[in-house]
């Protein structure tokens, strides 16, 4: 093994170290309550879109999980979140999602069909957690202890691994949309309210899976 070899092996071994602190740092609200059994994060995805529904996922990690590079959703790239929604789906001791749709969420308004996602998420698990960690929320409704935790999906690796379950589950479902209802670009933008899809409204008007009481100032 030549000096470059040996250069390139040594580096990668301090990337893995230091991937492995910040993954402990993370863990630091397991350990804390790590006293209860089945530890549940939970986090959504698609609270602001004009378009589609609100996802949240619940995700039980085995207390030796190690899913390297786990992190808030927002801060991974599209690739990076479907590598890490597969090991997560490998290696989680339970997963629940929850999804309320546009009509719903224009019926009860977003924060409460939020938390309806939530709660579908926590019975979708299949197991019974013992605490939830959310993130930054206590979802009324729910007979378990809850912590909410601001930033959570950056601080909790079980909230992260809900982000991610809750982001991929809602894109993955606005690229079916794309299909089903061409010209409004559900693929790229994820229903959100770039200038494009706003344009498109314009042009087009609403489609079944637009939240009206999101877009009355476009149509």
Same mark, same amino acid.
């Given at each position: 093994?030549?000096?470059?070899?040996?250069? @390139?092996?040594?580096? +990668? +071994?301090?990337?893995?170290?230091?991937?492995?602190?910040?993954?402990?740092?993370?863990?630091?609200?397991?350990?804390?309550?790590?006293?209860? $059994?089945?530890?549940?994060?939970?986090?959504?995805?698609?609270?602001?879109?004009?378009?589609?529904?609100?996802?949240?996922?619940?995700?039980?990690?085995?207390?030796?999980?190690?899913?390297?590079?786990?992190?808030?959703?927002?801060?991974?790239?599209?690739? @990076?979140?479907?590598?890490?929604?597969?090991?997560?789906?490998? @290696?989680? &001791?339970? !997963? $629940? !999602?929850?999804?309320?749709?546009?009509?719903?969420?224009?019926?009860?308004?977003?924060? +409460?069909?939020?938390?309806?996602?939530?709660?579908?998420?926590? =019975?979708?698990?299949?197991?019974?957690?013992?605490?939830?960690?959310? %993130? &930054?929320?206590?979802?009324?409704?729910? %007979?378990?202890? +809850?912590?909410?935790?601001?930033?959570?999906?950056? @601080? =909790?690796?079980?909230?992260?691994?809900?982000? *991610?379950?809750?982001?991929?589950?809602? %894109?993955?479902?606005?690229?079916?949309?794309?299909?089903?209802?061409? $010209?409004?670009?559900? &693929? =790229?933008?994820?229903?959100?309210?770039?200038?494009?899809?706003?344009? =498109?409204?314009?042009?087009?008007? &609403?489609?079944?899976?637009?939240?009206?009481?999101?877009?009355?100032?476009? *149509?």
């Amino acid at each position: 093994m030549n000096k470059r070899e040996e250069e @390139k092996i040594r580096r +990668q +071994q301090e990337k893995l170290s230091k991937e492995r602190e910040r993954l402990k740092a993370m863990r630091a609200y397991e350990e804390e309550y790590g006293m209860y $059994g089945n530890i549940c994060g939970i986090d959504e995805a698609g609270r602001g879109p004009f378009a589609g529904p609100v996802v949240a996922g619940a995700v039980i990690l085995p207390k030796d999980a190690e899913i390297l590079y786990l992190n808030d959703s927002k801060k991974l790239s599209e690739k @990076k979140r479907e590598q890490l929604y597969e090991e997560i789906m490998e @290696k989680a &001791a339970a !997963v $629940g !999602v929850g999804i309320v749709g546009p009509e719903r969420i224009d019926e009860i308004n977003i924060l +409460q069909a939020t938390y309806e996602a939530m709660r579908t998420a926590v =019975s979708n698990l299949g197991i019974e957690p013992e605490i939830l960690l959310n %993130d &930054a929320v206590t979802i009324p409704g729910i %007979d378990i202890r +809850q912590v909410p935790i601001v930033k959570g999906d950056a @601080k =909790s690796v079980s909230v992260a691994a809900a982000s *991610i379950v809750a982001k991929v589950t809602r %894109d993955r479902i606005m690229v079916r949309y794309e299909e089903e209802f061409p $010209g409004y670009g559900f &693929a =790229s933008h994820k229903g959100y309210g770039t200038a494009a899809h706003r344009e =498109s409204i314009k042009k087009m008007g &609403a489609c079944p899976i637009h939240r009206r009481t999101f877009i009355k100032n476009y *149509i």
